[in-house]
């Protein structure tokens, strides 16, 4: 399992960015993809959470909710991350991950890194003031 994350950049505060996670490599349908977060000097973070078909959840940090839309393309194996009304706060290293296989509901699990199975590289995304 392969996982590949793109689009961060700079924004001005209140600016839009779309993020984007190309995974390949799984063999069964039943997988999440989350989105984590890391700001200098804090400890990662989980932003947001979404279960593939036939679980068809989705989560999000407290932080980004109503601002950050996480969504899939089946068809292309890519998660998305919306990302409105951007902050100078929502600057991080941004990560996705995957748990594959899903095996049990995860519930506020989501936001625990050693529940996820593979990691992609980081993009970085800079909101300035």
């Known amino acids: 399992v392969q996982l590949q994350a793109s689009g961060g950049g700079l924004v001005q505060a209140g600016g839009s960015l779309r993020l984007s996670c190309a995974a390949s490599?799984?063999?069964?349908?039943?997988?999440?993809i989350g989105w984590f977060r890391q700001a200098p000097g804090k400890e990662r973070e989980g932003v947001s959470c979404?279960?593939?078909?036939?679980?068809?959840?989705?989560y999000y940090a407290d932080s980004v909710k109503g601002r950050f839309t996480i969504s899939s393309d089946n068809a292309k194996n890519t998660v998305y991350l919306q990302m409105n009304r951007l902050k100078p706060e929502d600057t991080a290293v941004y990560y996705c991950?995957?748990?594959?296989?899903?095996?049990?509901?995860?519930?506020?699990?989501?936001?625990?890194?050693?529940?996820?199975?593979?990691w992609g590289r980081g993009t970085l995304v800079t909101v300035s003031s």
């Open positions: 490599g799984f063999t069964y349908d039943d997988f999440a």
């Open positions: 979404r279960f593939s078909v036939g679980h068809d959840n989705t």
């Open positions: 991950a995957a748990i594959y296989p899903v095996v049990a509901p995860y519930g506020e699990n989501w936001r625990q890194e050693s529940e996820y199975d593979y």
